[in-house]
């Protein structure tokens, strides 16, 4: 039990204090242990054989006693011993994640059997794997916008509702063609962007970025991607901006504007990145990672290792055999 326990330290010294019962408590337990046995004139015309084992079980009971309540007084203590040091704290980054789901997004041509949409779900919940400090959000658009996931450290959910995604089912619409048209067929990353800096205002880290996916042209919503752009120069916020798939190969009314989402990135200090294919994708959002990196800064952490649970252990099996002891010398136990 006591392997390992160089650098030894107490949690609650004050326990010790409870070991000043110990000494009157061994010192009754001894006397009651030899006040035992009956008064007998003719000594002389005893055997001369040892008492047994009665006698040695009356003698050993007290003092496994006193050593349990010694191991209990220690356990009370909480013994423990340098664990692991950690030499970081984190200053986190708030990153919205605004992804595109109109219905361009159902397109195939990125990885085989899979949408742009299925595609873009697998990359960002590995990014999202690699940045465990850090608040993030999610926010869809196509013609119109929705906060998916507001910003948060619960990744957990955030990559569950990222499952969730998915391109509006036209047989929601039925007859409402006008509504279907918006909804997934038109695409407003100004708007899309729009929502991701509200979601960004008032975030209480260091600093904050969007990541802004597209695969189509600004056709729809209230505020143009340049206006959207110039609020976040403003505020503040540096927006990466990647286009997917590959143009021309989706589907509706809008086509893939490179020229559009690199203004948006280098308005406002970012980067735009192409990725026409799954392994573009993952470099492009590799490469933001990388661009992003969560600073840490040294300072230590200690990680006690407890050793109560041993002392307690060996306590309460030393108080049970004392109790067993005493029983056996008394003859209550055969």
């Not at 219905?103 to 195939?108: F, I, R, V």
């Not at 048209?181 to 509200?198: E, F, K, S, Y």
């Not at 190969?249 to 809008?254: E, K, L, Q």
Request: glycine share 10%; proline share 4%.
């Amino acid at each position: 039990m006591l392997e390992g326990l160089a650098g030894l330290t107490f949690a609650c010294p004050w326990a010790f204090a409870l070991a000043l019962a110990i000494p009157p408590a061994g010192w009754m337990a001894l006397r009651r242990a030899r006040r035992g046995g009956v008064k007998f004139s003719a000594f002389a015309e005893l055997p001369a054989a040892g008492g047994g084992w009665r006698q040695a079980a009356a003698a050993a009971a007290p003092v496994f006693m006193v050593a349990a309540l010694a191991l209990l007084c220690v356990a009370a203590a909480r013994p423990r011993t340098e664990g692991a040091r950690e030499w970081k704290r984190e200053n986190a980054v708030s990153i919205e994640m605004a992804v595109d789901v109109s219905g361009s997004m159902l397109a195939e041509d990125m990885s085989p059997g899979k949408t742009r949409l299925d595609v873009v779900k697998s990359v960002f919940k590995d990014f999202v794997s690699r940045r465990p400090a850090d608040l993030i959000g999610l926010v869809t658009f196509a013609g119109y916008t929705k906060t998916a996931v507001p910003l948060t450290s619960d990744h957990q959910t955030l990559c569950e509702m990222l499952d969730r995604v998915r391109i509006p089912d036209p047989r929601r619409y039925r007859d409402q063609a006008e509504l279907f048209r918006r909804d997934q067929l038109l695409t407003a990353i100004g708007d899309g962007l729009v929502r991701a800096l509200d979601r960004l205002r008032g975030a209480s880290t260091k600093s904050s970025v969007a990541i802004l996916l597209s695969d189509g042209a600004n056709n729809a919503g209230i505020a143009t991607p340049e206006e959207a752009a110039a609020a976040a120069k403003e505020a503040g916020v540096k927006v990466y901006t990647i286009g997917v798939g590959r143009r021309g190969r989706g589907f509706g009314d809008g086509e893939f504007d490179e020229d559009q989402l690199r203004g948006i990135a280098e308005a406002t200090g970012g980067r735009y990145f192409a990725a026409d294919d799954a392994r573009g994708l993952e470099e492009a959002v590799a490469e933001i990672d990388k661009l992003e990196k969560t600073d840490v800064e040294k300072t230590v952490e200690i990680r006690w290792e407890e050793h109560f649970p041993e002392f307690l252990a060996a306590g309460m099996a030393a108080a049970a055999i004392g109790a067993l002891l005493g029983l056996c010398s008394k003859g209550r136990v055969a």
